[in-house]
């Protein structure tokens, strides 16, 4: 199982995620549960790392674990909540589509 933990500010800014798991739908290497999260969480991480007014940090420290840490300030608000919206939609749509293979859980608020 794939379990995705996402963090909003009051302002509905994304603050953190940590997704961890595998989700065992597929054999190794041709997952597509694994790989929509994956492709989903690294150009997140991509783009937003590549963002002025964006301070992240994270990464893949091993096989199925991914997180990061973002933070924002000045013309990077309106890029950042674009992002998250992005990125919290597309794990939505998996986890709805894939409910035996992956859950998502948003905490709200700080």
């Not at 009051?10 to 995620?17: E, I, K, M």
């Not at 694994?34 to 301070?55: M, N, P, R, W, Y």
């Not at 674009?82 to 990125?87: C, M, T």
């Amino acid at each position: 199982m794939v379990e995705i933990d996402l963090s909003v500010d009051n302002a509905g800014l994304l603050t953190s995620c940590k997704v961890q798991g595998h989700a065992n739908a597929g054999p190794m290497g041709g997952d597509v549960v694994c790989a929509a999260v994956s492709i989903l969480a690294t150009t997140a991480f991509k783009i937003l790392s590549e963002q002025d007014g964006i301070e992240l940090s994270g990464g893949a420290p091993e096989r199925g674990v991914f997180w990061m840490e973002t933070s924002c300030h000045g013309a990077g608000g309106e890029f950042m909540k674009g992002a998250g919206a992005f990125l919290m939609e597309g794990f939505k749509t998996v986890s709805e589509q894939y409910p035996d293979y992956c859950t998502m859980r948003i905490h709200r608020g700080a």
